[in-house]
């Protein structure tokens, strides 16, 4: 689950970290009480989606070269023009796709004098399954860029979960950023309070682009994107209040529901499969006979014929899909049963696109039978090639 900034920045204030001074705007009723809470001159209007690369992108509705989604004030009523050209308009930039997502909130925040830009990050490190602090001098940028042109500008420091963050992994970390005085002071501080906050909250990325040097001397967080781990939701009731469903896909929304995994994608089959392993091969082979996937979706090793049926109104519901391909390897679950929940979901849906059936493992035999014996137009496949060749073939005679 991603959270937009305000509220990142929210609930590190919460734990002692020195943030800007900010007030969110929900609507436009917001405005005035907004501006009057900060000091000023200089305003920062930000606005709030869940996607990077803000301050570049553009709004759909206005011109070419208007400013992005990240723009400095000097006055309210540069900030009051700010907010009305921002508001409830398309912002598009590299992580939104061409689409953009709407701005229906925006945070604004009392300006800072900067020094120095910083990147800062914690994440979960798969080479070395631990949590670790990923640092560089090169704040304010496209990390994927600094990582590529001066990797040496990057600093991986792993920490020990059992001990924890310790003075020595701070003292690197100041090192890394090259801080010395009051900034050096702040980052023994900051640091252990940034991996505490990530370790309570369950988070799976804490990102701070930028943190700064202000010109006082002192560190300051400027941004910050946060994203936890779906898997401890039932740890972290709390947080349910902060996920904002008008950022979310309304098909993962439902599959969410349901106990579905379930990514949108941009091709046209469907895909409706048990496993993630299972799920990303499905994908491949669709690819390699030269059609697109439309979506990723994993029904889990215990699906029920309400899954099922749950799981191809998701699918049907993305007008995109012009065929849909389903792989089930039975272990747990029977391949009969299956067959029984795909037919019934069939009916029910009311399917007008063509549908290739997999099974394979416990009661295969009885499975295809089910499918090869139904009066519904539903091809059933041998293998996983079979499949996806059947598909490819059925999707574009439908063209």
Request: proline share 4%.
């Amino acid at each position: 689950m991603n959270i937009h900034e305000y509220q990142a920045k929210a609930l590190l204030k919460e734990a002692g970290v020195s943030v800007s001074l900010g007030v969110p705007i929900l609507s436009t009723d917001d405005i005035e009480s907004a501006i009057s809470a900060l000091p000023g001159p200089v305003y920062v209007v930000k606005s709030q989606i869940h996607a990077g690369g803000r301050g570049k992108g553009k709004f759909k509705e206005l011109p070419e070269d208007a400013k992005g989604g990240v723009r400095l004030a000097f006055s309210p009523d540069e900030a009051r023009a700010h907010i009305a050209e921002m508001f409830g308009n398309t912002l598009v930039t590299k992580q939104t796709g061409p689409e953009g997502k709407q701005v229906n909130r925006l945070y604004l925040e009392d300006g800072a004098d900067i020094d120095r830009e910083l990147y800062l990050s914690i994440l979960v490190d798969r080479e070395t399954s631990l949590i670790a602090f990923v640092a560089s001098t090169e704040g304010g940028m496209d990390i994927e860029a600094v990582a590529e042109e001066t990797p040496d500008k990057i600093h991986t420091i792993g920490i020990d979960p059992i001990i924890g963050c310790t003075q020595q992994d701070c003292v690197r970390l100041c090192d890394a950023f090259e801080l010395s005085g009051d900034a050096r002071s702040d980052g023994m501080e900051l640091f252990p309070l940034l991996y505490n906050t990530f370790v309570a909250k369950d988070m799976s990325l804490l990102e701070i682009n930028p943190l700064v040097v202000l010109k006082d001397g002192h560190l300051r967080v400027l941004d910050a994107k946060v994203s936890f781990d779906d898997n401890a939701e039932f740890r972290q009731p709390e947080l349910a209040a902060l996920r904002d469903l008008s950022e979310e896909d309304e098909k993962e929304i439902e599959a969410s529901k349901h106990d579905l995994a379930y990514v949108a994608l941009d091709g046209s089959i469907g895909c409706m499969v048990n496993g993630a392993g299972l799920a990303m091969a499905t994908m491949d082979i669709i690819k390699l006979y030269g059609e697109e996937p439309a979506n990723f979706l994993d029904v889990g090793g215990g699906a029920t014929a309400e899954k099922v049926t749950a799981a191809f109104k998701i699918i049907t519901a993305d007008p995109q899909v012009k065929g849909i391909l389903v792989n089930i390897f039975g272990g747990i679950m029977r391949c009969d049963v299956i067959a029984e929940g795909v037919l019934t979901a069939v009916k029910e849906v009311g399917l007008k696109v063509p549908l290739v059936v997999r099974l394979e493992g416990t009661k295969v035999k009885e499975g295809k039978a089910i499918i090869d014996n139904s009066a519904l137009d539903v091809i059933s496949a041998n293998d996983l090639d079979d499949a996806a060749q059947k598909i490819v073939a059925a999707v574009r005679e439908q063209r």
